[in-house]
């Protein structure tokens, strides 16, 4: 989990130096990363409150951006549903994309020396989170420029390292390069719902390539 | 309570719910196969149309000249991602192949 703690790092800075930038206070800023932690729906809350969107679309791709948790959860189940309230709150907390990511060993979670570890990688990343954009809030304070040094292109990295190497069959291609065609096309036609409706196709396209070859 | 801190607790809950919801036990829960095959799509999907708008997207507009440094590095980071699989060799390849064109194109 170590890798992952650092490679973010400049994710969360950016996420930091963007709330400082978008009109945020530092505490409206640090409190995203305790209470919300996940960066991808911070980057995305934060983008939409300085453009001003009404708050059920906002909550709404809150929701969307989020979705992807549900499976997460789905696969877990089986595992987790069965222990105590307390470690499915606080790994389910936890559930970050990267902590699922590390988390795929066949006996993830299966015995109490597995929680633990599950809880310290988990703890781990949500600690170095936290620092990362207590930084990124300070730089941003400091540097009211920051966001112009590309840190932007970090965020873009982090998500091609956890994107690429999932695309291991001819669906998850299709889905991956139907989601990016379309999410340009909306881009070039500058619809706002871009991102939900991309994602949207990109999931339609993966599930009916699975259809047409099974 | 501000509206801002409302926005941050309400997004904070989605989230939450979104992670813990098929933990929960009681969950009287039997997804059909269809949503189920759906949502194992929905991570590549999501995170795509994430990262595909910060490399095409620049100043408002689409950018597809040579001079984008974020598609360069977007480039090269999906060639270390597909040859690695390893996280920092992404950042880093990408990264400098940004940083380098970057440099390149504003002096």
């Known amino acids: ?214 | 309570m501000s509206p801002t801190l409302v926005t941050i607790l309400s997004v904070a809950f989605i989230t939450f719910i979104t992670r813990y919801l098929f933990l929960e036990e009681k969950l009287p829960l039997r997804l059909g196969p269809t949503i189920t095959q759906l949502l194992s799509f929905s991570g590549p999907a999501v995170l795509t149309a994430i990262f595909i708008p910060i490399l095409f997207f620049n100043n408002n507009e689409i950018d597809i000249s040579v001079s984008n440094a974020y598609l360069w590095g977007g480039v090269g980071a999906i060639t270390a991602a597909y040859k690695t699989k390893n996280i920092y060799w992404t950042i880093g390849f990408g990264g400098i192949l940004f940083i380098g064109v970057g440099i390149y194109f504003n002096l």
């Open chain 1, 1 to 214: 989990m170590l890798p992952l703690s650092l490679a973010v790092l400049p994710f969360g800075v950016l996420f930091g130096s963007l709330a400082i930038q978008k009109g945020f206070t530092w505490l409206e800023g640090q409190l995203f990363s305790v209470i919300i932690f996940s960066g991808a729906v911070q980057l995305v809350t934060v983008e939409l409150v300085a453009e001003n969107t009404p708050f059920v679309a906002l909550l709404f791709m809150a929701l969307v951006v989020s979705s992807r948790h549900f499976l997460y959860g789905l696969r877990l189940r089986d595992r987790l549903s069965t222990q105590s309230v307390r470690w499915r709150i606080g790994l389910g907390f936890l559930m970050t994309d990267e902590l699922f990511a590390f988390s795929n060993h066949r006996r993830s979670y299966a015995s109490k020396y597995r929680l633990y570890y599950a809880l310290g990688a988990g703890g781990s990343f949500y600690v170095a989170w936290n620092i990362w954009t207590a930084m990124g809030i300070f730089a941003g304070v400091a540097l009211p420029d920051l966001s112009n040094l590309g840190l932007d292109f970090a965020v873009a990295a982090v998500f091609i390292a956890l994107v690429i190497p999932e695309v291991k069959t001819m669906p998850t291609l299709i889905c991956v390069l139907a989601s990016a065609a379309s999410s340009l096309l909306f881009l070039f036609y500058g619809f706002e719902l871009g991102l939900i409706a991309s994602a949207g196709i990109g999931m339609l396209c993966g599930y009916g390539m699975q259809r047409v070859r099974s």
